[in-house]
């Protein structure tokens, strides 16, 4: 990220790693670094705005949760402001209890009602995915339109596409994903993950900035696994709504299985269900999931080619690198800049490449063990959270400094 004093505004860029060049989204650049002059005035006021508590989902803990703590340095204050409890979001993501779900859903509306006065006090205010999760975008109309507050808007999936749960799919007709464009437009800056949710956003609104997703390499992420224990095993981790991806390695795992009985550990939140001889389920756990990640040696992310997919950031890859795993992942998405150099993983479409990926990985310890270092050292220096604390809260300075132009 580099950038300049301009007298017209302000402009992000961010170079991808392996991309080649940078995607620039506006017309102008500002510099990161605050001056002096600037932290000794009265610290900006933020809210962030999102659907759940702290801690509790990972898309936020990833997003901007990680930043926090460098907010007061940065020269900002903030208060967190959440629609669910965590209580409420487990009874969401659970089958049936559909009344319950709907007086939850109406306890959410009342509570966003009663913090409306407290966000919009807010110099800036920032919504992860939306202010509420049914319904057409009214709160996002009243602070960035009625009260003129500066917004940062950030997603980092394709969400203006028709998905929802199976859980949930009687609130499917009320979701009303096609606010994800109109929030876009009444945003002062969008905030994404990946090129592809850049290029969707940058058709609604000039001014983006592309944040690819962290993890926290110093404090959380912050161990390499040991390529050399035994037994040696194959990892996957992510939530119910993204197992379906493992079924595309089904036939290639049941393959590895069968030549070198090397067990299938899964990390989620549901237990899968697949048809192979040694597979273990992880729930999972925020307590223990830097150790349970550190239970195998190879890190593996299937995916399709799908418009969904293409939303995704690559932070299953992101994870697994950031602890000196192998990791073999689809070319879709961010995976396909985030591994762009084969030094940091393996890029596979085909069954026989996966198969082939597979069985180079599992037949060298020297190898996993020089890409683990490798990948370790590429998250670090642009995947990490340390490393995109300026540009992040830069989108934030950049919307409060258009608000005033």
Known sequence: MAGSLSAKGICLAYTLPGAGRAYVFGQQLLSLQPTSAFLSQRRI????VAPSPRGVSPGQRFRFEMYLPAAAEAGFEYREYSFYTQADRRVLYAPGHTLRKVWIMLKGFGRRLAQLPAIVRADVVYVYLEMAPLGPPVFEWLVSRLFRKPLVYDFDDAIWLETVSDYNRHFKWIKWQ????????????????????????????????????????????NR????????????????????????????????????????????????????????????????SEIEDLLSFQIGIMPLDDGPVAQGKCGFKAIQYMSLGMATI??????NSSLLADDRHGLLVSTTAEWMAALELLITNDALRQQMGIAARQHIVDHFSAQSQTLPFYNAIRQALSLSKN
């Open 329 to 334: 992942a689809s070319p879709v998405g961010v």
């Open 224 to 287: 390499l696994v040991d390529q050399q224990q035994t037994p040696l095993r194959i990892g996957w981790t992510g939530t119910f709504s993204t197992l379906p991806y493992l079924e595309v390695v089904v036939p290639v795992l049941q393959s590895i299985q069968e030549k070198y009985g090397i067990e299938l550990v899964v990390i989620a939140d549901k237990a899968p269900n697949l048809p192979l001889p040694y597979l273990r389920y992880v729930p999972w756990n925020k307590a």
């Open 178 to 221: 096609r606010k994800v464009p109109v929030i876009c437009r009444w945003a002062t800056v969008v905030t994404v993950g990946n090129q592809y949710l850049a290029q969707y956003a940058n058709q609604h609104n000039e001014h983006v900035a592309l944040i690819p997703t962290v993890v926290d390499t110093e404090h959380y992420h």
């Open 45 to 48: 006021h933020i809210a962030f």
